[in-house]
Each structure stands twice: as C-alpha cells, then as structure tokens.
C-alpha cells in the first residue's frame, strides 16, 4: 500500500479506509490539517472507549476555522433516517442550501442526496471513524476532490446517535489554486 491514499486514486464517493489507518500516516495529516485536528480530538474525547460520547464532544473546541467545514447529523435507526443537526456556514456557500433541521435526503440535487444517504447509512452501520471521498460541483460548476471524515458520536456508550462530517481539499489542491 502507498503511504498517501487520496481522492485522486479512488472512485467517486468511496470510502477510503477507516480513519485510523488513514491518520497513521503522517503525509496524509500533513494534506488533511482540518480532517486530522477533527479525528485528534475524537480520539482524545472517546478517551479509550469504542465511540465517544456526545457530552464529551463540543464543536466550540475544534479550532474555529473548521467548523464552517462541520455537519451532524441526528441518526435515528429506524429506517434509518438522518436529519441535520448542524450545517456549517461554508456547506451553505457551496451548496446555496441550508440544511439545519432538514432530512439528509432533502438536498439538491437528488444525486447528492442519494449519495449522502448511502455515505450516512454507512458510517451508521460500520460506527467506526470513516475517511470518504467525493467529487463536489461548486456554483460554477467546479469539479473538486474533497475528502469526509466522519466520526459516531453516541448517548449510550454503545451505537451511533450522531455523526459528525467535516470535509476538506487536500493542500496541494488548495494551494495549485492559490
């Protein structure tokens, strides 16, 4: 295996590996600063349990640069369905929609709402930390490789109740752009 896994390698909107893996490398937190401050603090809060616990867990205490880049979600099992909790300033920018309070399968278009749909049910079955990629259109009809880190949070201890998405371009995206 390669020491950099990164949305150019991979299809669209696949998982990559189990974030983790991924964060072991440290080329791969070098290019992901925001998705690793994310995942550090996760890990820090789960404080050696299997997920952390939702208490535990403020977006108040991630550095104020990323949580423009945030999203949760409310998972509810039956179904399962996935409501917005949160929907950071800049997921309103790019997609001209806020989600607040809105199902995960509201969001236009409906190829994006199928494929955060699958993304959620997903995270929510493997209730483990997920690195994603996905292919994002922007106003101007901008392709951009952006990665998804998403991490369970829980009320119990036991399965997810939320789960928390933050996205990011790899540096060397950001900065052939600059």
Known sequence: MSDFIGPTDRERGVILEDAVTFFERQINRRNYPRLASVFDYWN???????????????????PA??????????????????????????????TK???????????????????????????????????????????????????FLSVPLTNNGDKSDYILTVFEQPTRMREDVE
């Open 65 to 94: 640069e990323t949580i423009p880049y945030c999203m949760m979600v409310d998972a509810r099992a039956d179904g399962p369905e996935f409501v917005y909790r949160f929907w950071g300033t800049k997921c309103v920018e790019i």
């Open 97 to 147: 929609q806020e989600m607040t309070g809105m199902n995960v399968k509201a969001i236009e278009p409906r190829e994006v709402a199928d494929e955060n749909y699958k993304f959620y049910c997903l995270a929510y079955a493997k209730n483990a930390p997920l690195v994603f990629a996905k292919t994002q259109v922007n106003a101007f009809l901008l392709h951009s490789e952006d990665l």
């Open 44 to 62: 820090f809060q789960r404080s050696g349990k299997y997920v952390t616990n939702k208490n535990d867990f403020s977006l108040a205490e991630l």
